[in-house]
Structure formats: structure tokens, C-alpha cells
């Protein structure tokens, strides 16, 4: 089959709407999961966008559950920022044309000091089949990891300062794909507004803004 010729591009079409649907089917029942007790939500989805690009954040806050979308809150006021400030894309354009996720996808709940509790191994393993499948799904050209908890799912990462401003490529789901870290934005670290991660964040974001699969989205968000 000549590569676009009508006949490729409806195969290529159909295999879309294929996947498309499948993606739905997965975000239906990952809406129905309740696999960890000590969870205190339900779980968060970003939606089925189809996307060659997944952002991978680590679990959802207060705030995303009632608001019903991940980085709802001050961690995705500079995440959006700096998509806009590097990439050229708001955060209507992230959200539409990026494929969010995390490592738990429900709220975690607060720990004795009040801060949010980080998921345990096993809430980890229970919701690693949800990233699983949507990498299968998506097959996706480019992950960026946000936090250690999201990034050392794919790659080693004793220390931030190793990783942030790299462009790697890693395997999962027996797929691969390139890895381009983000520290947290989050209020609760200064890591990235301090050196020397300002400047390694400000790198990666570059890189980011560089990646091909990324400038391909900020065109088709200008033509909007």
C-alpha cells in the first residue's frame, strides 16, 4: 500500500477512531476503580485525548477531585506557565491536545503533618496498569514525568539535578519513547526556582519546547 494514498489514509483514519474508542473504554473503567481503601477520592482523568505527548504527574492534590481534572490547582498555574512561556501553548491548548496522567490517580489523602501523604508501594503497583495501557494505547512519542515519584517510573533518579534538563529514552509497556523530566511545581519545593534547578528546569522546558512531537501540537493550537 503506497504510503498516503486514500486507501492508507482510511486505514490510517480507522486505526484512529480504533484507538480512540479504546481509550474511552479505559477511562470509563479507570473512573470505576477502586482498588486502594486508603484512597480519599475517587480517581482524576485529564479525558481520552488522543495525543503522541502523555504528561505523567504523580497523584492528584484536594482540590483536583471536585474540580474533576489533574493539576487543577497551584502546581498546574506553573506548569501552564511554563507550557506557555516555552512552548507557545496556554493551558486550553495543553489540555486538549497533551494526554495527562499519574502514577495514583486518586487523592492520597494528608499525612500527620498535614501535607499530602505520598502513595505506598502497593497503591503504586494497583494503579501502574492504568499507565500500562494507556502507553499502549497512545504509543506516545514523548513522556514528561513531573516530580521524582513520576519520574523514577521510568527512569533512575537519585538526584534531581541528574535527570532535570535531559532528554532520555526509556521503555515501558513494551513501547519506547523519550523522557524529558520536569521537577514539581508545586509550592512545597523551591528546587525549581532555586540554583541550580532553575536553570536545569529552564533547559528541560527548552528541550521540551524542541521536541518534535511538541512543536507539531504547537502549530495545530496556533492554527485554532
Request: hydrophobic share 40%; glycine share 6%.
Amino acid at each position: 500500500m503506497v504510503k498516503n494514498s486514500p486507501k492508507a489514509q482510511y486505514f490510517g483514519a480507522m486505526a484512529r477512531v480504533n484507538r480512540q474508542g479504546k481509550l474511552k473504554r479505559h477511562i470509563a473503567k479507570l473512573l470505576r476503580c477502586r482498588r486502594c481503601p486508603r484512597m480519599k477520592s475517587t480517581p482524576v482523568s485529564g479525558g481520552a485525548i488522543m495525543s503522541n505527548v502523555m504528561i505523567i504527574g504523580q497523584a492528584p492534590g484536594p482540590r483536583e477531585p471536585a474540580l474533576q481534572r489533574p493539576f487543577a490547582h497551584t502546581a498546574g498555574k506553573t506548569l501552564f506557565r511554563w507550557f506557555e512561556e516555552f512552548c507557545g501553548m496556554n493551558e486550553a491548548a495543553v489540555r486538549s491536545k497533551i494526554y495527562f496522567a499519574a502514577v495514583c490517580r486518586c487523592f492520597p489523602g494528608k499525612n500527620s503533618s498535614g501535607t499530602d501523604r505520598v502513595p505506598v508501594p502497593d497503591e503504586i503497583r494497583n494503579c501502574s496498569s492504568w499507565m500500562d495501557d494507556e502507553i499502549r494505547i497512545l504509543r506516545p512519542r514523548l513522556i514528561i514525568p513531573v516530580g521524582r515519584l513520576a519520574i523514577v517510573q521510568f527512569i533512575d533518579c537519585a538526584k534531581l539535578e541528574k535527570v532535570i534538563g535531559h532528554k532520555l529514552r526509556a521503555q515501558r509497556a513494551g513501547h519506547r519513547f523519550d523522557v524529558i523530566p520536569l521537577p514539581h511545581p508545586s509550592g512545597a519545593s523551591p528546587w525549581h526556582k532555586i540554583p541550580p534547578g532553575k536553570a536545569l528546569t529552564e533547559r528541560a522546558l527548552k528541550l521540551i519546547a524542541r521536541h518534535p512531537a511538541i512543536e507539531s501540537l504547537a502549530r495545530r493550537a496556533q492554527r485554532q
